[in-house]
């Protein structure tokens, strides 16, 4: 099982409490960013593109609690650049499941295991780390060879010791639908406790914009990565999304973009509008639902940044609240026990 019993549950009774309420905005996941310092340089991604002096520019625990506590949002997750190199993450992380937050911190994996040490097994938390293929096409993704077997050495040595360990993919240009089939097939072998996949996104950062996804091409790929899944004949491809959100990337269901759902807060405070779009910042989760224009946002608005996005951080929000409705209720909740596709 992906998603546990106790996360569906909370998340359910949260959209719920939500729906009750008439809010039509509202945060599902708060995308936590402590640092953007990164051991990596990864050419997809450019948070280490930052001056130096905002490279060494920390999110204190304190920042992190007022963030969350802000915000409301049930799941956090701790993206970066690379979280453990924050010196209190430890800290973080143990105060966000003392206020039963469902944390995921998306590490590279260079330093988990040595990390182990200062966590402790919870069902409010995961290690999500990010692998983009096996070996040689991870190694090349991420620009050095030896991190695929250490990423490998580090989710064996979490799950010994008792921690859920979820895994993250990027889909980009250019990738062959058998090399994630292969990972796939790797990772329910090794027994991790979810995947999620995603698009790549046009980052603006990115040192490498030449292999992002155009939209039609998003669904043709997805298409074909997931068509042994949908045949039944991958029952050990646990995913940590949706089942919806998944139907939405092969093109299956046609959603907008929701980004109020998984605000993103950094140390320049609340993004606008969104995680992939640098249009300023706001000083709080209030302001930045109340005074962004957001219908200049989102793929019917014809903003051109906003067309080929399929990216989680705009979608699965929007998946989760048409989870919701009562035809697609038995097929979200029948992915938890195995019974959906």
Known sequence: MA???LQAFEIGKYLVTQRLAGRKRFPLTLMLEPLFRCNLACSGCGK???PAEILRQNLSPEQCFAAVEECGAPVVAIP???P?????IDVIVRGLVERKKFVYLCTNGLLLEKSLSKFEPSPYFSF???LDGLQELHDHCVDRKGVFDIAIRAIKAAKAKGFRVTTNTTV?????PQDIQDLFDFLADLGVDGMMI???YSYEKAPDQDHFLQREQTKALFREIMAPYRSGNKKGWNFNHNPLFLDFLMGERDYECTPWGMPSYSIFGWQKPCYLLGEGYATTYKELVE???WSQYGRASGNPKCQDCMVHCGYEPTAAMDAMDPGNVGRSFGSLLGLAR
């Open 3 to 5: 998603v546990s019993m």
């Open 48 to 50: 280490i593109q930052y």
């Open 80 to 82: 970066g650049g690379e």
């Open 84 to 88: 453990l190199m924050h010196p209190q």
């Open 128 to 130: 999500s780390v990010h």
């Open 172 to 176: 980009f240009e250019g990738t062959k």
């Open 198 to 200: 995603s698009p790549g």
């Open 291 to 293: 005074t962004t224009d």
